[in-house]
């Protein structure tokens, strides 16, 4: 079955330091998604992604993170300077086209900000 | 805005019981999604359904059950005879996409911890 994957499964930086985080999503899925789980909360929306450009992005997502997709398969989050509030697990989604369908999610990766 | 509320913060319950986890929804849109995803220890999410707003029939799936009722916003979720393996934090999610394409909003998740 076609899975989402992430890597690393967890990664830890120091304070200040760029961190990017990879994604490979199913290969027909068009919409991509980060979101964002601090340790023992819930689960949050960062951004949506679709043809080549943010569709959608919530508050979080401030001028530290950036998306891309680089080469048409990986599709990447970019914190530019962590900081300690940044710590959690970061999972990335995907579905095939846009309306409620279900959204496959990756393994997480989590970052640990020291 | 749309909004999910599960009150049940945490449950612990003996092998073979069951259990109902809580979801209450909030959405101006006539047109919704609503999931359920489980969380183990291992932390990744597992989808476990999707409901769109104009089914209301009741969905069983093995040993779970989901019951949606518009007219109170509900969308629980219940497990029946329930085992050590189902110990997880399960989340209770809303789309609208109408409004926020397939952007999901998820409760505050529901911590089952079923003891043998």
């Known amino acids: 079955e076609p899975e989402v994957t992430q890597t690393p499964s967890h990664q830890v930086t120091q304070m200040g330091q760029e961190v990017i985080l990879r994604c490979v999503p199913i290969?027909?899925?068009?919409?991509f998604y980060w979101y964002r789980q601090i340790l023992g909360q819930k689960v949050e929306f960062l951004v949506s992604?679709?043809?080549?450009?943010?569709?959608?992005k919530s508050e979080i997502f401030d001028d530290q993170f950036s998306v891309e997709r680089p080469d048409g398969s990986n599709f990447t989050l970019k914190i530019r300077s962590t900081k300690l509030e940044d710590s959690a697990m970061y999972f990335c989604?995907?579905?095939?086209?846009?309306?409620?369908?279900?959204?496959?999610f990756g393994e997480g990766s989590r970052l640990t900000v020291l | 805005a749309q909004k999910v509320t599960q009150a049940q913060t945490e449950i612990s319950v003996v092998e073979k019981e069951d259990v109902t986890l809580d979801c209450v929804y909030e959405?101006?849109?006539?047109?919704?999604?609503l999931f359920w995803y489980k969380q183990p220890p291992s932390g990744e999410l597992v989808f476990l359904i999707r409901?769109?707003?104009?089914?209301?029939q009741n969905e069983i799936s093995g040993r779970y059950s989901w019951n949606f009722q518009k007219s109170t916003s509900s969308f629980n979720f219940t497990i029946t005879a329930s085992q050590v393996v189902d110990s997880a934090v399960y989340f209770c999610?809303?789309?609208?996409?109408?409004?926020?394409?397939?952007?999901?909003?998820f409760g505050e998740g529901t911590q089952l911890t079923v003891n043998p």
């Open positions: 989604a995907s579905i095939p086209a846009e309306g409620g369908g279900e959204l496959f």
């Open positions: 290969s027909n899925h068009l919409y």
């Open positions: 992604f679709y043809n080549n450009e943010i569709s959608e």
């Open positions: 959405t101006r849109d006539t047109t919704y999604y």
């Open positions: 409901r769109n707003s104009f089914d209301e």
């Open positions: 999610a809303l789309s609208e996409p109408e409004t926020s394409g397939s952007r999901l909003t």
